[in-house]
């Protein structure tokens, strides 16, 4: 793994570390604060939230490249949409992806793809995610994400998840 990024950095070839996170309430629940001796109170009927998860992609020379959001979980469909939306930022360029071993990223047609594109895959050492750079920036993400929604819980405001993680990216 370490060899094949030094030679991706060697041949000047643009390396993207990609992963994918799922926002749910549960995101926010286990990370909930609330006042000294007293407990946060929000109704069940406002924090029941569709789960939508995020696929994105960071590099060290621009930071976040690229991102998709879809309804659920990341599928073989999905992965292949954002892989072409990054190609898309890098017409002509050769692309070394960094990814876990998620079978997405190992489909039959995903490998296609990726020759198709001229993406090299790079796969992470099997559970090892602090290897991969991306890990910080979800972290970052994430607890943006919950203080947005504790805001419009407590506001007891409207809101909707896709909107959230967008307001949290930005």
């Not at 996170?21 to 001796?37: G, P, R």
């Not at 001229?118 to 994400?145: A, D, H, R, W």
């Not at 409207?158 to 993680?165: A, D, H, K, T």
């Amino acid at each position: 793994m370490y060899g094949l990024l030094q030679q991706q950095r060697l041949n000047a070839i643009t390396v993207i570390y990609i992963d994918e996170a799922v926002f749910t309430f549960n995101t926010f629940l286990t990370k909930a604060w609330s006042s000294s001796y007293s407990n946060i109170s929000v109704p069940e009927a406002k924090i029941n939230v569709r789960a939508h998860a995020l696929v994105a992609g960071v590099s060290e020379e621009v930071g976040l490249e690229g991102y998709l959001i879809v309804l659920k979980a990341i599928n073989t469909e999905s992965y292949i949409e954002f892989l072409r939306k990054l190609k898309q930022k890098y017409q002509h360029r050769k692309l070394a992806l960094f990814i876990d071993n998620l079978m997405v990223h190992k489909a039959e047609a995903v490998n296609k793809v990726y020759a198709e594109l001229e993406m090299t895959p790079i796969f992470n050492v099997p559970y090892s995610p602090q290897f991969n750079g991306i890990e910080s920036y979800f972290s970052l993400l994430k607890n943006e994400y919950k203080k947005l929604l504790l805001k419009y819980l407590v506001k007891e405001q409207p809101f909707e998840v896709i909107n959230l993680i967008k307001q949290s990216i930005d």
